[in-house]
C-alpha cells in the first residue's frame, strides 16, 4: 500500500497536537549526539526530549510560525519557524523555556552546565542580519526519506526568496550539512562549546533572486 498523501498545515491548535508533535520530534532527536551527550541513558533522553520539544515548540513568542506536515491524521514532522525581529526571544518565552528546559535536566541535574553553555555559545554566535530562524526541523524517522522534510521547508524559504532574506539554522549533526546545502545553506561557523562534547554547526542561506 503506498503512501498516503502529506499535507501542509500552520500552527498546532490543539494541546493534543502539540503532545504528538513534542513525541514526533524527539523520536527524531534521539540519537541527535548533542542529547546522546548530555544523556546517554536511552529512557532519561526520551522523557528529557519530550519535555524539551514541547517546551521550544509551545514558546516561539509572537513572531513563531510552526509549519506540521501530516499524512492522513497522524504528523510526520514539524518546522519550527521565527519571523524576522523574534530573535532574541521575548522575555517571557526566554523565562518559560528556561523553565521547562530545567525540568527537563532535573533527572540528571548533571545534564544542566554543559546544556546551557551549549545555549549560551548558539545565542552569543547568532546572526544579528534580519533573518528567518529554523528553530526546530523534525521528522519522524518512520517517514524519513520521504520528501517531509523538504516539504517543510519550501513555503518559508519561498518566502524568503520573495522578500530578500536569509534564512539561519543550528545542526548538531554532520551529516545534515549535505542535505540541507541542497536547499541553498551554507556554514557560517562550527562551534565547539565543550572540549569534549560534540559540535555545532551554523548555517546561512541567502536569498535566491
Request: glycine share 10%.
Amino acid at each position: 500500500m503506498g503512501r498516503s498523501e502529506l499535507t501542509i498545515t500552520d500552527g498546532l491548535p490543539t494541546r493534543n497536537d502539540l503532545n504528538e508533535a513534542a513525541v514526533v520530534s524527539a523520536r527524531a532527536f534521539h540519537t541527535d549526539p548533542f542529547f546522546e551527550y548530555l544523556a546517554p541513558p536511552a529512557m532519561l533522553r526520551s522523557r528529557g526530549m519530550n519535555l524539551f520539544m514541547r517546551t521550544m515548540l509551545g514558546n516561539l513568542g509572537p513572531l513563531g510560525l510552526i509549519k506540521v506536515a501530516r499524512r492522513g491524521e497522524r504528523i510526520a514532522g514539524v518546522a519550527a519557524w521565527v519571523a524576522p525581529g523574534g530573535y532574541p526571544f521575548p522575555a517571557r518565552q526566554q523565562v518559560a523555556q528556561t523553565a521547562g528546559i530545567a525540568r527537563a535536566f532535573a533527572p540528571r541535574p548533571s545534564m544542566a552546565p554543559p546544556g546551557f553553555r551549549y545555549m549560551r555559545s548558539i545565542e552569543k554566535h547568532h546572526i544579528h542580519e534580519p533573518h528567518w530562524y529554523l528553530a526546530v526541523l523534525t521528522t519522524d524517522p518512520e517517514q524519513q526519506g520521504t520528501g517531509v522534510g523538504s516539504a517543510l521547508l519550501a513555503p518559508v524559504l519561498e518566502q524568503c526568496d520573495r522578500e530578500g532574506l536569509v534564512a539561519y539554522l543550528e545542526t548538531q549533526k554532520e551529516s545534515n550539512l549535505t542535505w540541507y546545502g541542497r536547499f541553498g545553506f551554507e556554514v557560517v561557523e562550527k562551534l565547539e562549546p565543550l572540549p569534549q562534547g560534540p559540535a555545532v554547526w551554523t548555517l546561512r542561506r541567502p536569498s535566491k533572486p
